[in-house]
């Protein structure tokens, strides 16, 4: 039997369905917020608030960026003309998108596909932005990029049994358009995670692709 006041389990309940966070887990975030002061849980609140009001996302890659501009539809990587578009990497997650960043080794364009193959049920893989990707490789002017012809595609993906799964599925998914397609190379290892990778790593894959 639960002994927690309702208010109490509901937000322990809350918490319990973001990643990675068990009841334990979602119960010390709980007691944590319980014990700070009023304001800073109005930070907290208006924080979260205004993610939905200041964050759009990108018409092309599915990033989330900072609305500075209404009249905007993509962010800030598919606006900036210096970036290579013949090169278009696909990941997981934006956490991925911002840890190969910060490598500062890739000028291309990214697709974030919002999940993997085996983390989904059969009747779910629609959930993963698979149309959407294979319209942007073949027409990315009428998702607002200009410019763009891919020459080759990378697909980026953790090199877990999971994602070698969704990597095996998006070649027979594109392999229809003819472009080039390329894995990470060597450095990342088995069972590992891009997000958790250190940049030299990362760096090294990037650049042994193949």
């Not at 009841?23 to 907290?44: D, G, H, S």
């Not at 997981?92 to 974030?112: N, P, R, S, V």
């Not at 779910?124 to 012809?149: M, T, Y």
């Not at 358009?177 to 997000?195: D, F, I, W, Y």
């Amino acid at each position: 039997m639960n002994n927690y006041p309702p208010s109490i389990q509901k937000l322990i309940d809350i918490f319990s369905r973001f990643p990675t966070v068990g009841p334990r887990t979602a119960a010390r975030f709980v007691f944590y917020l319980m014990r700070l002061p009023e304001e800073e849980i109005k930070k907290i609140l208006d924080s979260i608030s205004n993610l939905k009001k200041s964050i759009k996302i990108c018409s092309f890659c599915f990033n989330p960026f900072e609305a500075t501009n209404t009249e905007g539809t993509l962010c800030p990587i598919c606006q900036n003309k210096t970036r290579n578009r013949n090169l278009l990497c696909i990941v997981e997650k934006e956490t991925d998108l911002i840890t190969l960043e910060k490598t500062k080794k890739y000028q291309g364009l990214y697709f974030i596909l919002g999940g993997t193959v085996s983390k989904l049920k059969r009747d779910a893989l629609k959930k993963l932005r698979a149309e959407e990707l294979v319209e942007r490789i073949k027409n990315p002017e009428k998702f607002g990029l200009s410019g763009a012809d891919f020459q080759e595609i990378i697909i980026a993906f953790n090199p877990t049994t999971e994602g070698e799964a969704t990597a095996l599925y998006l070649e027979r998914l594109l392999k229809p358009l003819g472009k080039e397609m390329t894995r990470l190379g060597r450095g990342l290892p088995v069972g590992g995670e891009l997000e958790y990778a250190d940049e030299e790593t990362l760096s090294s894959a990037l650049e042994t692709r193949r």
